[in-house]
């Protein structure tokens, strides 16, 4: 039976008018006036907006709850749902909050043809007749908090409501690391250490005593103030800070053993916050050394577990990845005490947002794998600061997703790629497809905190970059004239001029790098030159403020150029010599392995590149010069980043030999013990040896810390020592 169709416009004109409730929510006078806006923008046609206290006409939209949506069941639409109907020649829009805006979009989206595939680039049609077929459209959301952390989706309100996406702002009152918002360690800690983490027998400000009554109460009272201030929010957070090091007192420590988890202590005090304020959900972490459930205690039901998959590997899907069969048995066994969990997922390399990351074969795998089991929403983290790679895609697939995750991905994808890039779509997706199919090849791990800088055995060698450049040649050329296009294809194309830069820094003298021997000396590749020149204007150009999510600028990444140019290649009498790793450094930090340390190219303050690594060990090397010359001068340079635990050493000794087997001592330092410093440094080390200093081997020695430093005592961690160039002279 052929439905019943309306014409809304014909010709540039309408017999309709828009009607709203008298006391219109918020949502329902925004709704009215966006669909009131498309009409007009889709077909000339004028529609005037009225309420429903004004007579009725036969050729109405209803917009909301009004006194004439009698056809609608609102049983059946629950939380931001919304109900689009036709009945004769009226059609209704109407939901559950903002779920009539949603309606609205929804209505505009299916119907009448119109996408916002970005926060500046959408599509309406033009027709000066519109007319719908029968609708009769029901939608619930299926996860009630849905958030894709992404500019787009942040900071343009209309890509929000039109991707049905909920912003943290609106709905949490208090969110992520909390603790020291309650408990403020310059108001307390002086007078009250006992208020804060007991770690390694020492009261220590990274974490709360969860079993301190003062604490409980100082919480309740410090979150019942700021509800009074905003009783509207929904969602507060009482959460871990972002560190390691949870109570080791022996009541928590009780608490922790009986429930067989850090979370023992931790959801005993959450589930107390949480039975003062029945009316709110009261959010805690299961994060790092939290995230393992406890066994025989129960979230209240008002607690919601916000679940962070941070360590997992992003180039397989979770659900399959043997590496995240750890994390698969915590998260089922969290499914088993409540549903009342969001999942805080990643999905952008935070150290590099301009960097190659093909983690798009995973998006839909990882949401189908948590979706299953009925989590309460998600919070999808990316590059919320700045675009990044392919983050407008992302956002876009990410969004559709969480509405309906039922949702065809690669339909998603391809209607993206075919109306963002034109006639350049078919070869943006061959490079997509050629990155992800040389991940999979290589089996490497993808990490959110990742470098592209390790070409070996990767999707990222010199050749195979080529082979991307190559493609992305022609998709420019398929756009040439179409500025606009074009330059969102030079803006996908700047990841891979990034990872050609860092790689240029890692092989630094070598094939590739940023220095090339003209028979004489050492020169600056010219090319080298230009790509970073180029590269940092096409960042300004696009507007990339920042690099990664620690803030590194444009200028502050070709001021490191221009100090590698202006400083050269540490040319030496060691370079390229073999060394030998007398203690095994840590794998974590291995750049080019023992050759980092006499490659001729020195590390900056970035730890993932072109440092060697030693966690909790001592580091002793054998340098071999391969034949007795003089030695006069012996330089190191090691990493200072606190944050990370990566500290001078307390000694370091240099021992010389003629015949690798009888050493004697040449030099020795002793250093003093690290003040605490949030900035990182490089601190080189310069030993002047005696004039008559001659000899074949060069031993190293640095001694660790012995512990981390007591203001940055963690669990289960390591002092870190980072060397880069042994310079000998």
């Known amino acids: 039976m052929q439905g019943f169709a309306i014409t809304l416009v ?8 828009i009607v709203r409730p008298a006391n219109s929510t918020v949502a329902e006078i925004k709704a009215a006036e966006v669909l009131q806006n498309y009409l007009y923008q889709i077909s000339g046609a ?10 009725q006409s036969g050729f109405e939209i209803l917009i909301g709850d009004t006194n004439r949506s009698a056809q609608i069941n609102y049983a059946k639409i629950l939380n931001e749902g919304f109900h689009i109907k036709t009945h004769k020649n009226k059609l209704t829009i109407t939901g559950k909050g903002r779920g009539v805006l949603y309606g609205v979009y929804s209505f505009l989206e299916e119907y009448l043809g119109c996408r916002k595939y970005t926060a500046t680039f959408k599509v309406i049609p033009s027709s000066s007749t519109i007319t719908i077929p029968e609708i009769n459209n029901t939608q619930n959301p299926r996860l009630n908090f849905r958030s894709v952390y992404f ?3 942040e900071t343009d309100q209309e890509y929000l409501d039109w991707h049905k996406l909920n912003r943290i702002d609106d709905k949490w009152g208090l ?6 918002k309650f408990l403020p360690v310059k108001r307390y800690f002086t007078e009250h250490p006992e208020y804060y983490s007991l770690v390694d027998g020492v009261r220590t400000p990274m974490q709360l005593c969860l079993t301190n009554s003062q604490v409980l109460k100082i919480v309740i009272e410090d979150l019942g103030a700021r509800i009074k201030e905003e009783p509207t929010f929904i969602y507060w957070s009482v959460s871990q800070n972002d560190e ?9 420590t009780a608490l922790n053993d009986k429930y067989h988890s850090s979370q023992g202590s931790l959801l005993t005090f959450v589930n107390k916050v949480a039975s003062n304020f029945p009316d709110k959900i009261i959010s805690t972490l299961a994060y790092t050394y939290t995230r393992k459930p406890p066994e025989g205690l129960k979230p209240l039901k008002n607690v919601n577990i916000l679940l962070s998959d941070i360590e997992i590997n992003r ?8 590496r995240a069969s750890t994390f698969r048995k915590d998260f089922e066994n969290w499914q088993k005490l409540t549903n009342n969990i969001i999942i805080w997922d990643y ?24 979706i299953k089991n009925m989590p309460e929403g998600f919070f999808i983290q990316g590059s919320v600061e700045v675009a990044s790679e392919f983050s407008e895609l992302r956002t876009y697939i990410l969004s559709k997703l969480l509405w309906n995750p039922k949702a065809n991905e690669k339909t998603l994808r391809d209607e993206f790629l075919n109306a963002y890039y034109g006639k350049a779509a078919g070869y943006i997706q061959d490079y997509i497809n050629l990155l992800h199919a040389n991940l999979q090849k290589s089996g490497r791990r993808l990490d959110i905190y990742d470098n592209p800088i390790i070409p070996y055995k990767t999707y990222l060698t010199p050749k195979l970059i080529d082979e991307y450049s190559a493609i992305l040649d022609k998709a420019s050329d398929a756009v040439e004239g179409n500025q606009v296009i074009l330059n969102r294809v030079l803006f996908a194309r700047l990841p891979l001029d990034f990872a050609v830069l860092q790689q240029a820094r890692f092989y630094g003298i070598e094939q590739h790098g940023v220095f090339a021997f003209n028979g004489n000396e050492w020169i600056l590749r010219p090319e080298i030159k230009r790509k970073t020149e180029r590269f940092v204007n096409m960042l300004k150009q696009f507007s990339i403020s920042q690099l990664n999510e620690n803030g590194l600028t444009p200028d502050e990444y070709e001021a490191e150029w221009n100090t590698l140019f202006r400083e050269g290649p540490k040319i030496h009498k060691a370079v390229n010599r073999p060394v030998t790793l007398l203690t095994d450094n840590d794998d974590e930090f291995i750049g080019k392995g023992a050759r980092t340390l006499v490659d001729g190219t020195a590390g900056n303050n970035d730890f993932q590149y072109n440092w060697l690594g030693w966690a909790g060990n001592n580091m002793e090397v054998v340098i071999d010069l391969q034949a007795i010359i003089n030695v006069s001068k012996v330089e190191i340079s090691f990493l200072e980043n606190h944050r990370h635990n990566m500290f001078i050493p307390l000694e370091v000794k240099i021992e010389v030999s003629k015949d690798g087997e009888d050493y004697k001592e040449a030099a020795f330092i002793s250093n003093p013990p690290p003040v605490e410093n949030s900035i990182p440094s490089i601190k080189a080390i310069i030993f002047k040896l005696n004039k ?3 000899a074949r081997y060069i031993k190293v020695s640095a001694i660790n810390q012995k512990e981390l430093p007591q203001w940055r005592k963690r669990k289960n961690r390591k002092p870190w020592i980072l060397t880069d160039e042994i310079i000998i002279k």
Do not use: M
Not at 46 to 55: A, E, L, M, N
């Open 10 to 17: 014909r010709e540039s004109k309408s017999d309709y008018s």
């Open 244 to 252: 390691s090091g949870g109570c080791e007192c022996e009541n928590c």
């Open 692 to 694: 008559r200093t001659d």
């Open 347 to 370: 999905v952008a390399q935070f150290t590099n947002y301009i960097s190659p990351f093909p983690n798009l074969h995973t998006l839909k795998p990882n949401l189908d794998y948590f």
């Open 315 to 322: 180039s397989t899907p979770i659900g399959i990845d043997p």
């Open 175 to 180: 969110w992520g690391h909390t603790f020291f």
């Open 46 to 55: 004028k529609i005037v907006v009225i309420t429903d206290v004004q007579p």
């Open 151 to 153: 500019k787009d989706s």
